[in-house]
């Protein structure tokens, strides 16, 4: 069972930079993929960024690819995202989730059997 935990929300300002932190316990960190999620109000939960166990490959979503880079750190078992240039329209509740699978959709949700309880991000115009 993995425990996942995040922090580093806030209110900030649009065009500020913030950087998530998803803290992994309770299992081997090298063997999960570490995706993110995101959920807006009155939206559905979507896919934001993932990264492989290595940490070599990595995945945006389109809609974010120019600003959001996701990286892991295995000495800490933690796995970030930073979130560049800020705007409105990135408030939401965000997730990061962990899969120990080796097949299927990494950018669909029901993939990963692990999610963490979600670290609200407002931003301000």
């Known amino acids: 069972q993995v425990l996942l935990v995040e922090s580093g929300g806030g209110l900030v300002q649009a065009g500020n930079s913030l950087t998530l932190s998803c803290a992994a316990s309770g299992g081997t960190f090298s063997t999960y993929i570490m995706g993110w999620f995101r959920q807006a109000p009155g939206k559905e939960r979507e896919f934001v960024a993932r990264?492989?166990?290595?940490?070599?490959?990595?995945d945006t979503a389109d809609s974010v690819t120019d600003r959001f880079i996701v990286s892991r750190d295995s000495a800490k078992n933690t796995a970030y995202l930073q979130i560049n240039s800020l705007k409105p329209e990135d408030t939401a509740v965000y997730y990061c989730?962990?899969?120990?699978?080796?097949?299927?959709?990494?950018?669909?949700?029901?993939?990963?059997?692990?999610w963490g309880q979600g670290t609200q991000v407002t931003v301000s115009s």
């Open positions: 990264i492989s166990r290595s940490g070599v490959n990595i």
């Open positions: 989730a962990a899969t120990r699978r080796y097949s299927g959709d990494y950018n669909y949700q029901a993939t990963y059997e692990y």
